[in-house]
């Protein structure tokens, strides 16, 4: 018996119109991606520039550039979050992308990138299964996962473009305003 269930995106007006997009073929990835991070910065409670701009995250994207073994990484990390104690999805996301970047060798920029990447999988998921099958909408989970892994790429492309300057908690935090600035660009259809 599964226990999990789908906790959607809030029932906000920043929202509507990313929930009103997700999964729709008649809208690009590009742009159903952009009504996402558009929601995630304007809901007052998500707030998610300033999530990502946390210092442990600038933190976590020093170690991959100077850590080599994904469990000394993790190790540094956690150590991190229980100093601080430190808690939240977005700490979860942060060690995914933090393991990925270390194990495949990315470092710092590559960081980056998969922050951002499990970020957008992260708010598509919430709302994706409610509408898989839905007239107009995404007809099967495995367009689902191909959706996510569009949104996933164009994420990492945006975070990519953006030199990563030397991180100290300034930079890091005007580095995640400029990424997320050019999420949340709608390109014309």
């Known amino acids: 018996m599964g226990t999990s269930t789908n906790q959607r995106s809030p029932d906000r007006p920043t929202w509507r119109l990313a929930q009103a997009l997700i999964g729709r073929a008649d809208v690009s990835p590009a742009n159903q991606s952009a009504e996402l991070w558009r929601a995630a910065s304007l809901d007052l409670e998500t707030n998610i520039s300033s999530r990502l701009s946390d210092p442990i995250l600038a933190n976590a994207c020093v170690t ?5 073994s994904p469990v000394e990484a993790i190790r540094s990390y956690d150590s991190l979050l229980n100093e601080t ?3 939240g999805f977005i700490f979860d996301l942060a060690r ?4 990925r970047s270390v194990a495949e060798n990315q470092g710092s920029q590559g960081f980056a990138r998969e922050l951002f990447a499990e970020t957008i999988a992260y708010y598509a998921s919430r709302d994706l299964p409610s509408y898989v099958g839905k007239k107009g909408r995404i007809a099967t989970t495995t367009e689902v996962i191909q959706l996510k892994n569009q949104l996933q790429q164009h994420a990492r492309e945006i975070a990519g473009s953006l030199a ?4 100290s908690k300034e930079t890091w935090s005007s580095y995640v305003l400029r990424v997320t600035d050019k999420l949340r660009s709608r390109k014309k259809s």
């Not at 991959?64 to 080599?68: D, E, I, S």
């Not at 990563?164 to 991180?167: A, S, V």
């Open 64 to 68: 991959a550039g100077v850590v080599t």
């Open 85 to 87: 104690r430190a808690v």
């Open 96 to 99: 995914r992308a933090l393991v």
């Open 164 to 167: 990563l300057p030397k991180i």
